[in-house]
């Protein structure tokens, strides 16, 4: 990692050169270099918590004058019991996962002698932006040179001499190993995002980890690809014949359980047929726990009448706005769903709601009914459709990524949440031996096209005659020179 | 389809709400629609002729007074025998092609009774801005409609009485069909362009297809994710090793098939130790065919020696300009990769020279030492690698897609030839039971995160262990309401 210094320019530029050389390297020489940085930044503890100190000094002294929130303050702080050997054993699990790069996962005979095959491979550069928490650039720095990606970092100005620290050790661990120094480089001048965003011959991808603020701002001032997400209006849609207590299980875990995260509940459609049977039990429980529900009409009518006088003095009435909102806080939209004159009607009215309305982030259906959630998860147009289960499971440890690196609401390359494999691309790749595009067609050779076994499928096709095909492809390869001119 | 006189922003709301009722439509009403337009286009030759003769008169006539070239006028031509019959085949061609939604390619056992899995849905709406030939509407609008996209389809000028025609028809049978009229729009207005391109809340990806000026302007007028490219500097490296008689043959085909196609040979490296041997021959067969051959230094002297008389008067000097141009042309230039001091090292010059100048589409290595071949692949950053074959072959219809709807040097999402695949992303489905979030982790329920077959591998692991707790979850969904809550 170099702590740079130079024009936006000359680091994107050098970040492009160094990505060539990280890139073919080896699963080992990556995995070693992850094993270098992990021991300097368990030798070098005490430095870094002293360059943290004096970034938590001053931000106290901020959060006195009321510049920043107590709240950033917490997050800046490194020395909190385990979280400095969190961020060391988060190196260590990159390290364990399954490398993204070199995986064949399709494979075509085109003609004899001729083999078509996409493998992965780096994306190229990266640019991460992302707010106060000293502790992801460990992170971020693991997950790019795991995936042979080269990565421009640009933290938040709060936490300057931490990530100068850790910089000065990942940069000095990174000389013993394979990587170059170039291919991890922190940025730390205020004014270098906007031309770094105009970079886009050095630049593949951006990456903004931070609030919607952040991500807008990127979006508008780019023409570099974009992944992450500005906004999680995640919603959750109980239908008249879920049982009382999974919805209040679901709704509590979807609501509560952070509701500061992006895949938290903010939205609650609830069937007019369930405003009576189901609905109460589920308002009592989010009431008695501080959540503000702001219900449209209906609901707010049959609440009133089913709860008891203190709480239903607690309900609020919903504007057309707060269905259009990301609370991210203890608050609640409720949004009636009309009986209609189906319950295939009610169904497509509550599906019409969420695709107008979320943000196409995580929506959730609670029924019994498997015809009902199939539809829903057909219909709703988001990159997570849940059925019985809570929003919250919209996560990449959950998902069992083994790591996270944003989650998408783009709707091309990666869509929800993004493990390591979101930073890896194809190549296509064909061996031959001579053969020329106008020896096929129309009175020539045809193509082929046998689709051959790739991956898991190589390994369970033990005896299939496609393997066959492929072991002879193989094996004539192997004799080569011979077969060539 | 229609043809849309409305504002912009109008066409495309209605395509956003018409995407919604495509996406959910199965397999064979997408394909009945696809039938449905094959017939009334077949119906309709007659009165598409005619529009046709009209938009071809036109152009005629600027071709007179030299505003149009006579190749577009050419390309205008829907009369031309084959054309109309070809038109029509390929409507065919693309319903007979495998459904690119709803395939599940990734699936997990998150718990018991709580299943991820990742199944491939339609992007939502399509932008596609074509040049002048008529016929690529039909391609356009079936290519849509079979991967559940809709589209706006804005077409060169000088086809609009053909487009409208078309249109006329196509809409007329989508009326009979289960795929909305507004799923596949016709913008006719010239200025209709930008507005579009800023719509970024309406519409998911921009597809321009036709020259570099097209697709750099359509790149700097919009934050909407672009898939196409703007460049085909395709580069061959020959290496000393290479057969004479292959180096002519693949050259010849990469140079010469069709030498304004983006897949096209523009650049040739040359093995110091091969200007000798191996390329007075390439030369010699070029020169035949009327290639112009812009050398550097070293390969014109040592082609000056090696040529008759008369073909060395032909060599040209390359400028450094000639490394970095699209010819699009019959000329070709030379570049010699000195020997170094090591065949490692003369591989290394030739893999800068082609990252560092090559767009990034399709470049190959001529050679039959397999190490050589395998590190170009890995260390060359373009689309296509191929060994030991033209870059000709980088085509859809030759990689088996069965149709193509661009070739893209875009970093994410696809690369390379692109096949209706590229026209999907995915969503991520859970079904469950009643899990929540907060019940597993530090105390609680463990993640399984086992990984389950899907496609052939499913089909192949028909005794696999894996499989059988697939078919376990499957029994207990089936049983599903007793599981419940």
Tied chains: 1, 2.
């Excluded at 807008?216 to 049982?243: E, F, M, W």
């Excluded at 790591?403 to 790749?429: C, D, F, M, Q």
Aim: with cysteine; net charge negative; proline share 4%.
């Amino acid at each position: 990692m170099s702590l740079t210094n130079s024009s936006p320019t000359e680091a994107a530029r050098s970040a492009r050169i160094a990505s060539r050389k990280l890139a073919i390297l080896s699963t080992k020489d990556r995995n070693d270099a992850l094993t270098a940085i992990h021991a300097a930044l368990s030798e070098a503890k005490d430095v870094i918590l002293k360059a943290n100190a004096q970034d938590l000094a001053l931000a106290e002294r901020s959060a006195e004058s009321g510049e920043l929130s107590q709240s950033l303050v917490k997050r800046l702080d490194l020395g909190k019991k385990g979280k400095y050997e969190d961020m060391l054993q988060g190196i260590l699990n990159v390290r364990g996962l399954e490398d993204p790069i070199g995986k064949v996962d399709r494979r075509t005979l085109l003609d004899d002698g001729l083999l078509l095959e996409r493998k992965s491979s780096p994306i190229g550069v990266l640019l991460i932006i992302f707010e106060a928490r000293p502790e992801v650039i460990a992170n971020i720095a693991s997950l790019a040179i795991k995936s042979g990606n080269a990565v421009i970092l640009k933290g938040g100005k709060e936490s300057t001499e931490s990530f100068k620290a850790i910089a000065t050790v990942v940069s000095k661990a990174l000389e013993s190993t394979a990587v170059p120094n170039e291919a991890v480089q922190l940025v730390t001048t205020r004014d270098a995002i906007k031309p770094l965003l105009q970079l886009d011959q050095y630049i593949d991808l951006v990456i903004p980890r931070g609030g919607n603020e952040l991500v807008r701002s990127v979006k508008v001032n780019t023409q570099i690809p974009v992944l992450g997400h500005a906004d999680g209006l995640c919603s959750t849609y109980i239908r008249a014949d879920c049982p009382k207590d999974m919805a209040v299980r679901i709704v509590l875990d979807a609501k509560l359980s952070y509701p500061a995260a992006c895949n938290s509940l903010e939205t609650l459609l609830v069937d007019e047929d369930a405003l009576k049977t189901v609905l109460p039990a589920v308002a009592t429980a989010l009431l008695s726990k501080g959540v503000s529900l702001r219900c449209d009409a209906p609901s707010k009518s049959a609440l009133s009448a089913a709860l008891d006088k203190h709480d239903a003095t607690l309900l609020q009435d919903a504007s057309e706005q707060d269905f259009n909102t990301e609370f991210l806080d203890l608050i609640l939209a409720i949004k009636t769903v009309p009986k209609g004159s189906s319950p295939e009607e009610s169904l497509d009215f509550a599906i019409d709601h969420i695709n107008k309305h979320s943000s196409h982030h995580t929506d959730a259906i609670l029924t019994l009914e498997e015809s009902a959630a199939r539809h829903f998860q057909d219909a709703v147009d988001s990159a997570g459709v849940f059925w019985n289960t809570s929003t919250r499971m919209a996560d990449g440890q959950r998902f069992g990524f083994g790591t996270e690196v944003g989650i998408s609401t783009n709707k091309i390359h990666a869509r929800g949440p993004v493990g390591l494999e979101g930073l890896a691309i194809y190549r296509w790749r064909i061996d031959g031996n001579g053969q020329i595009s106008t020896e096929y067609g129309t009175g020539g050779k045809q193509w082929k096209h046998q689709s051959l076994p790739v991956g898991d499928s190589e390994r369970l096709a033990a005896n299939d005659e496609e393997l066959e095909v492929l072991r002879e492809f193989r094996a004539q390869k192997a004799k080569f020179p011979a077969g060539a001119s």
